[in-house]
């Protein structure tokens, strides 16, 4: 079980399952919701995913023409939470707020395009300029 919380404490996510899919993102939404240079999400199968406290959502629409919700805490507004029309049956959970420096490294990067050039990715890390690819039938490959 991992645990996520906001930075106040009155919003947590519990997780029951292994966390595999993570994500980093260097795209300018990221940049800027984050104020880091980059966003870093897991995205975790919904079913393993046990919120606590109430948190409010903003839809932004993307690059690929659909929605994306961030859900932050209404007080101290630390951003937790994601839902993508994408991944359909996963919740993005901002992987920091795991505050876990043994936290699995990201598997893919995303609008390197957008990449502060310092910033290095591990070996293995799937690479793209912008978006990732749509794969139909493939949730998570
Ligand atoms: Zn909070
Ligand atoms: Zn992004």
Redesign the pocket.
């Known amino acids: 079980m991992s645990t996520a919380q ?6 947590s996510v519990a997780v029951s399952a292994p966390i595999t899919d993570v994500n980093v993102c260097h795209c300018q939404a990221c940049q800027r919701r984050t104020g880091a240079p980059f966003g870093m999400i897991a995205w975790v199968a919904a079913d393993a995913v046990t919120v606590t406290g109430m948190t409010s959502a903003w839809t932004r629409t993307a690059a690929s023409g659909r929605g994306f919700t961030s859900r932050f ?1 209404p ?2 507004g ?1 951003n937790i939470l994601f839902e993508a029309p994408l991944k359909p049956g996963v919740i993005g959970i901002a992987a920091g707020a795991f505050a876990d420096p043994d936290f699995p490294p990201p598997v893919r990067s995303v609008w390197e395009e957008h990449r502060h050039p310092w910033v290095m990715l591990p070996d293995g890390a799937a690479q793209f300029p912008q978006g990732r690819p749509v794969l139909p039938h493939k949730v998570n490959p």
């Open positions: 906001c930075h106040c404490g009155a919003v805490c007080i101290c630390s």
